[in-house]
């Protein structure tokens, strides 16, 4: 194991949230200790896994500002040399292990589907929802490895007071989110004493089958209050998929009958975790970093992947690769659709803001709880079972507004002390990383300098929508015009929207 956790802060990744959180758009102060300037970056002992790597980058730590600090780093032996390009290609056993050892995979093979599928027709028939939907993308294709289905009783127990599982060799992998399924009394009737059953989309579609259930009691206020630390109402994912649930949890083994397409011309960027190692393996990849996000890509945001690239070359890597992993589940209404973040990330990368050639943009099907520190390590752990083994964490991963309050939900440090406090990571190396805003002085995307913090100017998404409603461009050199475009026609359509919704007057 080995996953490396690069932690950025507040700036660039503050900056473009689209929630109206009290303190958007503010540089916070980071804690003492935690280096001054900003985040911290976390490298840990990539090569330890990497055949033929003799890197050792030690264990100090490394918490003051200074560029300096990590000179030294670049002194450890180099990763072992690429193979020439006439060679044929090394097979890899990747940069990282999957949780628990073996990449789970629950499709069934193409030539028993049709037997599966006959089987599945006759079972007794679970009709589940567009988020479980995705939990079966998520479960089915390894990102939740060792998991292979939803949750029973006592997976259900751990995760939700110990944030991880236990092998059965004794060995603990983290899972700090419970996967689980919940069905209503009436299907719980249906069910009866069958130990499969199936499930089955919106549209009656067969989707899977799920063998030896166990069903158990849906404590929705325990499930909550131990996943998000609150009952408040208001929490998008809660309102969501919680709150209209049954009282029934049905837990087992899950087997897809077919892959999972969602047909709305993005199925190409969802990429399976198979399938993104053996893109890292075909480009080459020495590194890999993990950059999750639900939010459009700002120069910001390229700044501190172009410099995590760069840190990384002086490690002595000779091929990292950027992973723009976009979340591509639910995500709350206020967030930026996932068709138009494609669409900006494709421009992004059109316009050279990021290079194409080591950048990989896919899309994480997971859906968004919007639950803090605990979510953040379930998005760190499925990076791992797709083998990336750099993982960039900002300013309040996977928090929001507190519901009812003029607040974050969640300390907006929280998410990076907690991964990078997270066991057995606690040999690594912290770097400190710097926080990107708009330079007014320069006229671009920097990385924030506090002795003249008059001229740095951080722009939330609030803010962002702001202009885009008011036809206002925003600095230059603060996202390229093409990715621009794309968000501005967004808000638009939205402001459109909104006016055909507003009621039509009266005539008395
Ligand atoms: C990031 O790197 C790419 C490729 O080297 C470069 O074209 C781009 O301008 C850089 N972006 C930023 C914001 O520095
Ligand atoms: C990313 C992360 O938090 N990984 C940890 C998951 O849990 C195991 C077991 O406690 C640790 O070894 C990992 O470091």
Known sequence: MGLTALLLSSGAVAGIAATSSASQGVCSA???GWGSGGGLLRLGRPAAAQPGGALSLGNSLYRSNSVRAYVPMAAVAPPAAAPPAAAPPVVRSSLIEPDGGTLVDL???????????????????????EIDLEWVDVIGNGWASPLRGFMREEEYLQSLHFN?????DGSIVNMSLPIVLAIDDATKEAIGESPDVA??????DLVAILRRVQIFKHNKEERIARTWGTTAPGLPYVEKAIDPAGDWLIGGDLELLEPIKYNDGL????????ELRAEFDRRGA???FAFQLRNPVHNGHALLMNDTRRRLLDLGFKNPLLLLHPLGGFTKPDDVPLDV?????????????LDPETTIVAIFPSPMHYAG??????????RINAGANFYIVGRDPAGMGHPLEKRDLYDPDHGKKVLSMAPGLEKLNILPFKVAAYDTEQGKMAFFDPSRAKDFLFISGTKMRAYARSGESPPSGFMCPGGWEVLVNYFKSLQAKEADQQPAPVAV
């Open 267 to 274: 199925d190409h960027y969802r990429l399976t975790p198979a």
């Open 107 to 129: 499709v069934v093979p193409p030539a028993e589907r049709e037997a599966r599928r006959a089987e599945a027709a006759a079972l007794p028939r679970v009709r589940i929802g």
């Open 30 to 32: 980071p804690a003492a």
């Open 286 to 288: 020495d590194a890999v």
């Open 373 to 382: 520190p605990t979510e953040v390590q379930w998005h760190a752990k499925a």
């Open 164 to 168: 991880s599982l236990r092998l059965e």
């Open 341 to 353: 973040r494609m669409e900006q990330h494709k421009k992004v990368l059109e316009d050279g803001v």
């Open 199 to 204: 499930l089955a989309g919106q549209g009656g």
